[in-house]
């Protein structure tokens, strides 16, 4: 019994989901927010490099995020470390 249970949640919302959600919803941002706008400026991979490994500091140290209250993912888990 305990595995159909486990199966139909499954069916319902796969747990493999959950896993993606954060990853989406980074490279969601990172298009829109980076790719997009700066698509005339790219020339070569090296570019494309750097304005990734600016994006990701900027999304982690930065960027509010709504999920978080406003806080930055640097900052909420600071906060969640001190409580």
């Not at 490279?27 to 790719?35: D, L, R, V």
């Not at 997009?36 to 490099?49: A, F, G, H, W």
């Amino acid at each position: 019994m305990k595995y159909k249970a486990i199966l139909s949640l499954e069916l319902e919302f796969p747990v493999w989901l959950l896993c993606e959600i954060p990853a989406e919803s980074f490279f969601s941002h990172y298009k829109c927010e980076t790719i997009y706008l700066m698509r005339n400026q790219i020339k070569d991979i090296n570019d494309v490099k750097q304005i990734t490994e600016e994006y990701m500091n900027y999304y982690i140290n930065e960027r509010p995020q709504k999920s978080l209250g406003g806080l930055s993912p640097k900052e909420y888990l600071k906060h969640k470390l001190a409580a």
